[in-house]
């Protein structure tokens, strides 16, 4: 199981950002994949979840109605669509599989840093 995360950078307060998951090594459209961060000193925090087949999505309450996460199955990759962006978002981000939402996942991509600043 390989999934790798990219996009990340530095965005301004309200800005957009599209963060991808590229996976491989495993059947992608039988898998629910998440997104979680971690911001310095913090946790790691489950974001979102997209269901194998794209149809069913859900998100934590920090980021509802700020973030998306729509899955391409041909391509193999799982996006995180962020809009509206504070400095709180600040953090790595994550792409993982097999998660619950406490943040404990079994497999786990290489992250994303994602800095927002003026």
């Known amino acids: 199981v390989q999934l790798q995360a990219s996009g990340g950078g530095l965005v301004q307060p309200g800005g957009s950002l599209r963060l991808s998951c590229a996976a491989s090594?495993?059947?992608?459209?039988?898998?629910?994949i998440h997104w979680l961060r971690q911001a310095p000193g913090s946790p790691f925090e489950w974001l979102s979840e997209v269901s194998g087949d794209g149809t069913t999505a859900s998100y934590a309450d920090s980021v509802k109605g700020r973030f998306t996460i729509p899955r391409d199955n041909a391509k193999n990759t799982v996006y995180l669509q962020m809009s509206d962006l504070k400095p709180d978002d600040t953090a790595r981000y994550y792409c993982a599989r097999d998660c619950n939402r406490l943040g404990y996942c079994a497999h786990w991509g290489q992250g994303t840093l994602v800095t927002v600043s003026s």
């Open positions: 090594g495993f059947a992608f459209s039988s898998h629910w």
